[in-house]
Structures are given as C-alpha cells and as structure tokens.
C-alpha cells in the first residue's frame, strides 16, 4: 500500500555517456527548483501562527504567554519530529514524502483556524511541528544525493533561501486575506495558507525526482565521505552520526544559533506593534524585509565558503555571529522604521546564512545515508531547545519584565555562538581548516572595545 514512498529501483535504461552532463543539469535544476518549492511552502503553513499573533491577541484574547506557549508546542514536535522524520527520510523516497508532509501539515493548519481554545491549538500545533519535521531532511538528502561538495554550499544556500521566500509570501498572504476578509475572520487567516501549500505539494511531487540511479545516471561522487552502507537506520545512526563529535558540537550550536533566530523572528510583528506602535503594514514590511533580504545574502555566503573560502564555513559563522551581536542594541533602541527595516535586513542575512552553513558543514561531515538523520538531529536540538528558549522563554520574561530582558537572551545567545565557533576551529581545525587566529584576535579586540563603549554610552547618555 505504501510501497511508492519507497526509494525508487535503480532504472535499468542508462543515460549515454554523452547525455551524462546534460542530464545532470536537467535533474540538478529539477531537485532545486523542486525543494526550493516544498520548503517554501512548509514556511507558509509555519509562519502562519507567527504572522497571525496581533490577531490572535487582539480577537481571540490570546496573551504573549500563550502565543509563546503554543509557539514552544511547535518548536518542541519540531524539533521531535525533524529527528524521527530524518530517521525515516533516509529510508523513504523523499519526492513523495516532503509532499505527504506538507499535505498533513496543511490540514492541521486549516483546523486551527476554527478554534478558540487554547490546548486544542497546542495540539493541533503538535500536530503541524511533526509534520514538519518531514520537509527539510527530505530536501537536504535530496540536495546531498545530487551535488557533490563542490556544489552542496552554493546548492544549499539557495535552496536555504526558500525558508525567506516562503516566510516572506505567507507575510503577503497573511496581510492580503486580512485585507480581504477582515482580521476577525480568523479560521480565512489559517485556511487560505493551507489551500496553497496543498497545491504546491502536488507540483512538488510531480517535479522531484529520487537518485541519480533511479533515472539511469551514476551515482554522484562524494570523495571525503565512505563507503559503507549500514543494512538498517540504528546501525548507520551509531556509526555515522552518535561517533562523531563534530555533528554533535554543531547540534548544540544549532540550538544557540535557533535562539538568535526565533528571538528575532518569532517577535517581530507583536514587538514593533505594542512596543514601537507601527501599523500592521509597517510590520508586515518589516518582517517580510527580515526574510526577503536573506534571499540573495544566503546566496552570497554559500558561494563565499564554496568558490573563495574552499569550503571553510566556520569562519564565516564567526564574522555573522558577531554582527548580530553589534546589531542587536540598535535594534532595540531604534525608532524609526527605515532604520529597523536596514537591521532586520542585515540580521536576516547573518542569522539565515549562520544556520546554512551549519547544515552544509553537517552534510560535509556525513555520508549521504546519514545526512537526512544528521539533519534531523541538528533540528531536534534547535527547536526542542533553541526554540523553545526563543519562543516561551522570552515571551514569559518579556510578559513581566520587558523587551530589553527578551533581547539580553539573544546578545547572550550571540557570544555563545562566538566562543563556539572559536572552539570548534582550534579543536577540529585539521578537520574544518584552518583559520587566522591572530587577525581573529584583533578582530575581537576591537569588537569587545566597541560594544564596551556602547554599553557605557547607553548607560551614562
């Protein structure tokens, strides 16, 4: 009955050798083209809940608390089922699997939007965060099976960019269905979302494809990663990922890295509304400025790490780690909205582009049978608890405190991302290159005098 979410036999008709390079052009284009889409619209149904917050709030009596309780169901079931989805992504055929998951996720979108009470929107949130959990291993296995590490930093930055396109469009289809049928009709909010992305699960299907192998070409070469093919998912699970130390050291980066994320993210239509006072369009903009400006900065770091950097990712995650850090008190002092709009713009450069190159460096240090799982993994330790911090943990301290405490969290987050990464190249530096330690420490130098000196002026001003 199921036996077509399996992988797909290898195809007993080879491509000649002659229509080898046209052919993988064909499919590289097809397999990009094709996660860019699913993804894309799992972020649809995803930053429905976030773009609805004012709503929520303001129609239904929702408080920050609550928004950031229901928010930490997702991140939780997220980040479970990224694992256990990964788990199975890596025995599954991940053309009809993202698409299954992203029909699932969208039903349970559509009956959130007819409910007021509040745990059966924690359940229902549940219910979307496992789904979800199916999309980004099934594109990231797709993307591994295909590129080569000559090609999986610029192929996966751009398909990365797919988060912001499809956060960035739920931003207009949230703002034109409030437009159109008013905010009080909430269930239209939530239903119009679900009814796309179910289309596009349908397109999604229809333009994947699974392997090499499965269309007659060979299989791609991956030069630095073995050889060995486990019989079941426990045995390459514990082999490949439980054994490697530097999967587990970007894991818990990842969660550090998710607080900067969703700290900013996850507040930034509710924050510059009550705390700021900007009309929904204005925070409509600016979120979809926060997404849309990742799209060609993601694209840019990914080639910086593939084509200038020789695939050193690290050094890059350093230099945005620290920017965030910098940018992260002007963000909150600002109060003009071209100003913020220019921050959140640098910010979603510097948060999306950290987060990609988390994942290559995973996909970089893993065999392609493990990479779904690996993927999973990392997952798992951002939203289960990267996510949650973000998402529960500010909003109940922003709820008794104020923003300021919110935004101490994410600085906080930013000189941990900092003091990892430093740790990660002098630790594995045979393995993740080398990098300049003495220019780094001048870097820092003037980076801890600047924000000393930031910290007095606004202490003294």
């Known amino acids: 009955m199921i036996n077509w979410l399996l992988p797909s036999a290898p195809s007993d008709k080879l491509v000649p050798k002659e229509q080898m390079h046209g052919a993988f052009i064909k499919y590289r284009t097809r397999i990009l083209v094709s996660t860019i889409l699913a993804y894309a619209s799992y972020y649809i149904v995803k930053s429905n809940f976030t773009l609805s917050s004012p709503y929520l709030t303001k129609n239904v009596g929702l408080t920050t608390a609550d928004i950031g309780l229901v928010l930490s169901a997702l991140a939780i079931s997220y980040g479970i089922g990224k694992f256990v989805m990964g788990l199975l992504a890596d025995r599954l055929n991940p053309r009809y699997f993202v698409g299954v998951g992203l029909i699932l996720s969208a039903i349970f979108n559509t009956f959130f939007g007819y409910t007021r009470s509040l745990w059966v929107m924690i359940l229902l949130m549940i219910g979307i965060g496992v789904t979800q959990g199916i999309g980004a291993p099934c594109c990231q296995k797709s993307l591994a ?13 751009t398909w990365n960019t797919s988060h912001n396109i499809g956060s960035g469009t739920a931003s207009l289809i949230v703002a034109g269905t409030v437009g159109a049928f008013g905010a009080a009709n909430i269930h239209s909010i939530f239903l119009i979302p679900s009814l796309i992305s179910v289309v596009m699960a349908l397109i999604v299907m229809a333009l994947g494809v699974d392997t090499p192998e499965s269309v007659g070409l060979p299989k791609v070469n991956k ?21 490697n130390p530097i999967v587990w050291a970007l894991c818990i980066m990842n969660a550090f890295s998710y607080i900067l994320r969703y700290g900013i ?23 979809t400025i926060f997404e849309y400006a990742a799209i060609p900065g993601t694209i840019l770091l990914g080639l910086l790490s593939d084509k200038l950097l020789k695939g050193r990712r690290v050094p890059i995650m350093l230099v945005t780690s620290s ?13 003009n909205i071209v100003i913020i709009d220019i921050i959140l713009g640098i ?8 987060q990609v190159l988390i994942g290559i460096v995973i996909m970089d240090a893993l065999p392609v049978e493990s990479i779904a799982s690996g993927i999973g993994l990392s997952g798992f330790f951002g939203y289960a608890f990267g996510e949650v911090i973000a998402s529960y943990g500010i909003g109940s301290i922003v709820g008794k405190t104020s923003w300021n405490a919110g935004f101490g969290i994410v600085a906080v987050s930013s000189i941990v991302c900092i003091i990892f990464f430093i740790f990660l190249l002098k630790k594995y530096h045979n393995t993740l290159y080398n990098f300049n330690f003495e220019a780094g420490k001048v870097f820092y130098y003037f980076l801890a005098s600047f924000l000393f000196r930031l910290f007095v002026h606004l202490n003294y001003s």
Request: hydrophobic share 40%; aromatic share 14%; with cysteine.
């Open 145 to 157: 099976t295909w590129f080569d590490e000559h090609q999986l930093g610029t192929a996966t930055s």
């Open 223 to 243: 030069s630095k990663q073995k050889n060995i093919k486990h019989k079941t998912s426990w045995g390459a699970f514990r082999d490949n990922i439980m054994k």
């Open 265 to 287: 993210e996850n507040w930034i239509p509710i924050y510059l509304s009550t705390s700021k006072g900007f009309s929904s369009v204005a925070t409509n903009s600016a979120f």
């Open 323 to 335: 920017i965030i850090l910098v940018l992260i008190p002007f963000y909150a002092l600002a109060q």
């Open 347 to 354: 910010l979603g450069i510097c948060i999306y582009g950290q």
